[in-house]
């Protein structure tokens, strides 16, 4: 099975960058060329600027709080292959997690945020011992995706 999440991305993407041509578009027309004057559904410009601002900081700002992440998973191979990395304004560095289906022990699900936050934790035995990778977070998933991915590395787990 093969899945990633990119349509989920590029969503958030397009609102943020919507979100921004609003933001100007309102401080160009109010501020710049002074064209509206007068106050709109009772609340003066200024109110609307900063209900503007408040809705353009959570659309960008809440898919860095969140975690959300690009993933591509993949385990039609010997291996199970996690791709991904952060998808907030900032991106961040391109991580690979590459597990030998015979290797893998097992993984485990947090949550942060009343579950609004969710990261995967993956385990591989290895000749020193139980090796943990760091979180992939895994907020950004559908929850069809999220349910494929559990029940796909639930298949890998060992049973105990």
């Known amino acids: 099975m093969t899945f990633d999440n990119s349509k989920t991305i590029i969503s958030i993407r397009i609102k943020l960058f919507f979100a921004t041509i609003i933001l100007l578009g309102w401080v160009g027309v109010v501020y710049v060329a ?3 004057k007068s106050p709109i559904l009772g609340l003066d410009d200024s109110i609307w600027t900063l209900i503007l601002v408040i809705i353009w900081l959570i659309i960008a700002f809440l898919p860095m709080i969140l975690n959300y992440q690009f993933i591509f998973y993949s385990d039609d191979e010997n291996d ?4 991904f990395f952060s998808a907030g304004i900032v ?3 391109k991580n690979s997690v590459e597990i030998n289906k015979g290797t893998f022990t097992g993984f ?3 949550s942060k945020y009343f579950g609004l936050s969710k990261s ?3 385990f591989q035995k290895l000749a020193q011992g139980v090796a943990k990778f760091p979180p992939i977070f895994i907020s950004a998933l559908t929850k069809d995706q999220q349910a494929k991915l559990i029940h796909a590395l639930k298949q890998y ?3 105990s």
Not at 80 to 83: A, G, L, Q
């Open 34 to 36: 002074k064209l509206i």
């Open 120 to 122: 995967l934790i993956l």
């Open 80 to 83: 199970i292959v996690f791709r």
């Open 108 to 110: 485990k699900i947090e």
């Open 91 to 93: 991106g961040g560095k």
């Open 157 to 159: 787990a060992p049973q």
